[in-house]
């Protein structure tokens, strides 16, 4: 029995073993990420205090719970508060790295920005934030980002080409002479003077990147449906009677994304490259947002703190080559030409 389309590309992406792998270890990491908060934290995951158990990670406990004098919320970096769980049959159990991304570690030996050491194993910004933490959580946000930004992008695109390719005619000059005028804006400008217009909102720079980042995908769906579209199957459909849209839904859309799918890594680069840009500029997330480019603003501003620079960047250059990666492993297993020539071999 011959295999299907859809199982010879899968063998031909595995076949490509640094494709694979690559989708392999950026799968890892962002699921390592999505477990930021357990992986990450200032605050016990589960603390046992005078025969009491206790869940930090989602309470809100003042310090008096753990024998302090006031009844604010709990700073469990704070040495006696340390003491008192370590205490008799006292227990916390910490995550592997004691910080989030908004915690400041006051009781660092070095001024901040510290260097790497055995309390914070990349060391800190310069305001005494742990940089592993913000990388983590700064990581999944770009790949959260990227990944809403091109699925809005991408679903705009597929329907905005659909419509112009299947119609054609008046219906596709006039919507390609849109697509070129709004194309011909210069789009890292526009961000620049929209993003300095509003206040920073994480939903806005989804907005503004998506308004501008679907013309690529349209392009590419409107040359498929121009080449489908005068197909037998189309025209067999049409002769039956059935609907435009479900002849685009049911018969033309299905054999038209190849090229849509093989783009969609890269459009995750270039929303993560947009986000870090902006970010870089001051123009992006709120400030207190855990950012690969604010990260690297700060790398810029403080030369000799080595080390926040060069993880940032170590975290961008691996996020972006493992995406590019996926792309290129892509593009070859739904290469049309390659699956040509297995058929006929």
Not at 127 to 156: E, M
Request: charged fraction near 15%.
């Amino acid at each position: 029995m011959g295999q299907s389309p859809g199982r010879r590309a899968w063998l031909r992406f595995r076949s490509n073993r640094l494709g694979y792998w690559s989708l392999i270890i950026f799968t890892v990491l962002f699921v390592l990420s999505l477990l930021a908060e357990v992986l990450s934290n200032e605050k016990p995951l589960l603390a046992r205090y005078e025969g009491r158990w206790y869940f930090p990670i989602v309470q809100t406990l003042p310090e008096t719970t753990f024998g302090g004098d006031f009844p604010t919320p709990t700073d469990y970096l704070d040495p006696f508060i340390r003491a008192q769980l370590a205490k008799g049959d006292n227990f916390a159990l910490y995550p592997p790295n004691p910080y989030s991304y908004n915690t400041i570690n006051y009781f660092t030996r070095s001024p901040n920005p510290a260097p790497p050491s055995s309390q914070n194993w990349l060391g800190t910004d310069d305001r005494g934030r742990d940089v592993l933490a913000r990388l983590l959580y700064g990581f999944r946000l770009s790949v959260l980002f990227a990944i809403v930004v091109t699925l809005v992008t991408t679903g705009f695109g597929i329907l905005y080409g659909s419509i112009q390719g299947y119609f054609a005619g008046w219906t596709d000059i006039g919507m390609e002479r849109f697509s070129e005028v709004w194309g011909s804006m210069p789009t890292l400008y526009m961000l620049i003077i929209l993003s300095a217009l509003f206040s920073p909102q994480l939903w806005l720079l989804i907005l503004l990147l998506s308004i501008f980042g679907w013309l690529g995908t349209a392009a590419y769906v409107r040359a498929e449906f121009l080449k489908n579209r005068g197909l037998d199957y189309v025209r067999a459909a049409r002769a039956l009677g059935q609907s435009h849209w479900t002849i685009i839904r049911r018969h033309v859309l299905p054999n038209s994304l190849t090229p849509v799918i093989t783009l969609l890594p890269f459009d995750m680069v270039a929303a993560i490259g947009a986000l870090t840009s902006l970010d870089f500029l001051g123009l992006g997330v709120p400030p207190d947002t855990p950012s690969l480019g604010e990260l690297l603003s700060q790398g810029k501003n403080n030369l000799d703190a080595w080390w926040i620079s060069l993880s940032t960047f170590m975290v961008l250059v691996v996020t972006l080559l493992l995406l590019v990666l996926i792309g290129d492993a892509l593009r070859d297993a739904l290469d049309p030409r390659k699956a040509l020539s297995e058929v006929e071999s």
